[in-house]
């Protein structure tokens, strides 16, 4: 026992949202580790130890509360729970990098050097270290380097175990993973490392879904998995634009398609397009790897996923000022969900932010509502003039030329539509970015409906 009556002392750097539902998970299922998780936020993590936890995520606070205070701790004190640490998982953002080279493609790994750096001056015996954070191909030599730089005689194993959650199901995600991929070195050391990480999720992962590979396998295959489903939803939305001028309809199209048991039926929801904090930055985390090695054909490959993305906003803006008459200047439109996808208050890469800046270039009035997300919209759209914010989403209809719906929560197909298109301009239009509605019941109230990848059901 490293403590108390503790087996082993695992720290994880970084309380976001990869952090806190992961090591809450393993709190849970592992009641012999003593699981710390820090971050240099005192806001979050006082948060986390509130009733008022820093991220909305179903299932997640009873979690922690089974926990926290038993084997579950939240603390600022970094230097000090390194030192006392057996495992430690790196859970920092690695954002896209904004300046020099690289610029917009590479990830920035100013985080990860820093923690590398913080766990190699408070270390004081042999620990392992796991990549949790996305990184590129490879991070894990510099982290290594980093980290038996210097003259600190400590052994440290360099373990690759990236994360597969999904916002919004991140807890069954973790209770119930596809597959815990780890990747280690083919040395004594590293095999005995990863023998440490398949034991603690061996807790509750049937040993068939621990996948163990090498680290660079490890490493690439979670930007592989990201690009392909996101992949995925390029391709459909590629298609959407075809069936919109061919009167096929998406939906029959991805149904007949994916019921070819190779190719399969999920990930096919055509829609604005994919946002979150991991698909646009894995993909050119991909494609940046690519130009580094000269792989230039591969790398005009994977780009033209993002840019299908970014273009089916473009499209669907285009469409609005088509139907409404060449003109939004003035006009008030009702932006239905601002979040990236529903169940979650994150708004990350959010098409949603795209479509607002169109929208606004074209000087229309934007009423924005959102269940969980309008601090963050507030922030995302910071400085952008004649937006209101509204949480009841009657009053951000009353007086709108049209409504855009951006993200599919549950409670916007309960809403009471005839009482909304009695309150609008006419005509009134709704622009369905999610397919999320039942457009022959819209059409029949008296709105004009544009789903996306289906023919307008128009009533002029
Ligand atoms: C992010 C990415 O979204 C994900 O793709 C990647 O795999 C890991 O990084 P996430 O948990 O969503 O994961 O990030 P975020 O919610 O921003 O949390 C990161 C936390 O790390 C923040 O709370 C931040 O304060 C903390 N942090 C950052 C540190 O504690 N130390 C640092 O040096 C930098
Ligand atoms: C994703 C991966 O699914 C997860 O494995 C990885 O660890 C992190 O990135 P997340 O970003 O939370 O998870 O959400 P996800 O459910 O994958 O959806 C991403 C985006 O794609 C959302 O904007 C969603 O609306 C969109 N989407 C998804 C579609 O447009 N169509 C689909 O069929 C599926």
């Known amino acids: 026992m490293s403590e108390g009556n503790f087996y082993k002392k ?4 970084g309380a976001g949202y990869v952090g806190g ?22 806001p ?28 579950l701790f ?32 590479a990830a920035d790994l100013q985080f990860v050097e820093l923690t590398a750096r913080r766990i190699k001056e408070n270390s004081k015996s042999d620990t ?25 005689s400590v052994h440290f194993e360099i373990l690759s175990n990236p994360e597969f959650m999904a916002e919004g199901t991140a807890i069954s995600d973790m209770e119930s993973p596809d597959r815990v991929l780890i990747g280690s070195k083919e040395t004594q050391t590293g095999k005995a490392a990863r023998d440490e990480l398949v034991k ?52 029959e199209v991805a149904f007949a398609v994916g019921k070819d048991t190779r190719i399969g039926e999920k990930f096919l929801n055509a829609g604005i397009g994919f946002g979150g904090s991991c698909f646009r930055k894995d993909i050119l985390n991909l494609v940046y790897l690519c130009e580094y090695y000269r792989l230039n054909e591969v790398a005009d490959f994977w780009k033209q996923v993002v840019s299908i993305n970014d273009y089916q906003v473009k499209r669907f803006v285009k469409r609005m000022l088509r139907a409404m008459f060449n003109t939004l200047v003035g006009k008030k439109i009702a932006v239905f969900g601002f979040a990236f996808k529903p169940d979650t208050g994150d708004t990350r890469d959010t098409p949603a932010i795209n479509l607002a800046f169109q929208l606004r270039e074209e000087q229309a009035r934007l009423s924005i509502t959102d269940p969980h997300a309008l601090e963050n ?11 209101e914010y509204v949480e009841d989403p009657y009053s951000t209809a009353k007086g709108a030329h049209c409504i855009a719906l951006m993200t599919a929560w549950d409670e916007y ?23 999320h509605l039942d457009h022959q019941k819209l059409y029949d109230i008296g709105f004009n409906v544009f789903p996306i990848g289906k023919p307008p059901l128009l009533h002029h």
């Not at 919209?377 to 937006?387: C, M, S, T, Y």
């Open 10 to 13: 695992i720290v994880c750097i």
């Open 21 to 42: 539902p992961t090591m809450t998970i393993i709190a849970n299922k592992c009641p012999n580790y003593k699981v710390t998780i820090v971050d240099i936020s005192k």
């Open 44 to 71: 979050r993590i006082d948060a986390w130890n509130s009733d008022d936890l820093p991220i909305f995520e179903p299932g997640l606070k009873e979690r922690v509360e089974k926990s926290r205070g038993k084997n």
């Open 74 to 105: 939240f603390s600022t004190e970094v230097d000090k729970e390194i030192a006392a640490a057996d495992i430690i998982f790196v859970c920092v953002n690695t954002p896209t990098k904004t300046f020099g080279e690289g610029a917009g493609k």
């Open 128 to 152: 392992i270290v796991i990549e949790k954070s996305t990184l590129p191909v490879r991070n894990a030599e510099a982290l290594e380097a980093i980290l038996h730089s210097g003259n600190n």
């Open 200 to 251: 603690i999720y061996a807790h509750w992962v049937p040993s068939e879904r621990i996948i163990t590979t090498n680290l660079w396998s490890s490493e690439l295959s979670k930007l592989v998995s990201n690009a392909f489903l996101a992949q995925r939803i390029s391709s459909i939305n590629s298609i959407s634009a075809v069936c919109e001028v061919t009167e096929a309809d998406i939906e």
């Open 377 to 387: 919209a507030k922030k995302d759209l910071e400085g952008l003039e004649g937006i």
């Open 413 to 435: 197909q309960s809403l009471d539509y005839q009482k909304i298109f009695d309150s609008m301009e006419k005509p009134a239009f709704i622009f369905d970015g999610r397919n």
